[in-house]
């Protein structure tokens, strides 16, 4: 393929139209997701993302299903590129998540270059906020997305939901703009993303406000409620000075936000024993439950492996095709990582015998940090002392075998597609001899869920594109060479990261923003 010179020139987004085929635009390229058929397994049709320009004009872009082989290498969320050669057409006529006219499509003709010194001044996010008035007044619109901000005053667990396209999980979000309240409806994988124990305790120090972009009103109840569309996504603290003024005004005058209930079908955790959690089989019917079990480790489960290489952005797996890294995450642009525990364990009752097949047993699943808590070694330690090799367990993994734990867990999604239930390890909350340990304190209940509307199915036809991931945590140490067996990691891993500083902006898809990783014994006593 003839080669081409990108030039310095270039034209600011609002000048881009039909009328020329040779335009070069300097932009930040940031809000990708990916548009997937209704195919199984389910097939990306195209890769969509916004661009924008030093003028802080905004304008959608996307890249057909024959080129995001060529484009999604070279594109990392966040990044300032030359983009030359590219289609404008017509922006869609629904659910248009900027306002732009029109739409830049790639061909194979289109070149990018990567700037790697972006200007401070280069705005870092595409948003029009819409105050709470604006939003109700939009009630129903169809044609374009709104963005809105809000501190957080409450939220509630995940729990599953009927819709027409089947059981969804949802989680409700309220958030106020300091005289008004709105409630947030996130379903799906954002539901699940949603570090909402994370964001709870940082708002126990300082104002969490939100900034949601990509979202539509919609009437239930009679009350006017933002329902999260697939192209959703939300930054935390970001620094911007609609959230600066927000925060000033908001100083001392907020209550510190609660969990709202009913939202789960539990108020509380409740204790039970492997040979009660053993007897379920419709993960359905105790989704968003939580419960207390003591537990004895049998075996560790070797038809997966005991550790993946998750995306530094997303924690989700790294997966090698035609020599380039790439994560399986829908709607990242992660292309490095390094390894993380994944440790699937068979568990039995503390006082049954381990050597007979008529015990009872469930299969949990260790996470993160959470394994490493019981390991009690890093994994990329582990790694370096035993060899990337999965032929065999690392004995600090086998020395696990009849140790006791009392665990708060819950169903992994992983579970509504599988047979048997998997159960995620929440918290590891007291190890050793489980017979005189106490018991988990009793958990605040939850608000009413927003139930699925006409005009989210319609989001759900019109877009079916997946969510973004959430905010990362500080990535792990760089081990791209490490190829374990690929699993996928369960979205709410995440919640089990360090506390970051409260300080620090983060977003959805981990474009943006810091964290850093705090002492594990200080992250237990905050989940409990």
Known sequence: MEPYVILMDHAPLKEITPHSHQWTVRVRAIRFSECKNKEQPPKIVRVDFILIDEQGTTMEAQIPQNWIHMFMPQLKEASLYYIQFFQVVSARTTYRPVDHPFLARFTVHTRVREITTIPPTF???????????????????????????????????????NTRAGPKAIRNVRITDGKDTMVVALWGEQAENFDAERYMEMATREPVIFLFVGVTASIFNGNVSLQGSSVCKWYVNPHIPEVAALRDSCIGRTPTPIWDGPGTSQAAPENITVADLSTFDNPHVIYGNRYIVKVKIKNVLTDTSWWYLACQVCNKTLKQESGATRCTGRGCSGTSGGPRYRLSIVAVDPAASANTNATPTIELVFFGPIAEEIIGMPVDALIALDGPSNAFLPTRITALYGRQFELRVSVSPMSLQ???????????????????????????????????????ATIDTQLDQPSLSDAHATPPPQHVHLTPEITDIHPDEKKKRAIGDVAAHETHDGSSGTGANKDRNVQRRLEL
């Open 123 to 161: 705005p870092e996010y595409a948003y029009r906020v819409a105050p709470f008035e604006v939003l109700r007044a939009r009630k129903q619109i169809t044609e374009y997305c709104s963005d809105t901000i809000g501190v957080l005053q409450g939220c509630t667990h995940v729990r599953m939901q």
């Open 418 to 456: 599988r047979i048997g239930i998997i159960y995620q390890v929440d918290t590891v909350l007291a190890t050793g001899d489980t017979s005189s340990l106490h018991q988990n304190p009793q958990l605040p209940e939850e608000l009413p869920i927003v139930s699925a509307s006409d005009t989210q």
